[in-house]
């Protein structure tokens, strides 16, 4: 190999690189971004319906506390 194709090789995968990089980033912003909207449309339903979330959580509570409590026996 000379040291041209070796250069052009570099820059190939740098250029790769950077490609990959763009497109983590992009998957990270789209996450970020179905975070925030989760989090948000979660903090609402919440706030519209506290009773309901109360008992949700409660029922959900107690269904691990029992799922996890048989599993000691």
């Given at each position: ?36 909207n ?36």
């Open positions: 190999m000379n040291t041209n194709e070796t250069k052009e090789q570099m820059e190939e995968l740098a250029e790769e690189a950077r490609t990959w990089k763009e497109t983590a980033q992009q998957w990270h912003r789209a996450a970020m971004d179905n975070a925030k989760a989090a948000q449309a979660t903090d609402s339903y919440v706030r519209e319906n506290v009773w309901t979330s109360v008992a949700l959580a409660v029922m959900v509570g107690c269904a691990l506390g029992f799922l996890l409590g048989r599993s000691r026996d």
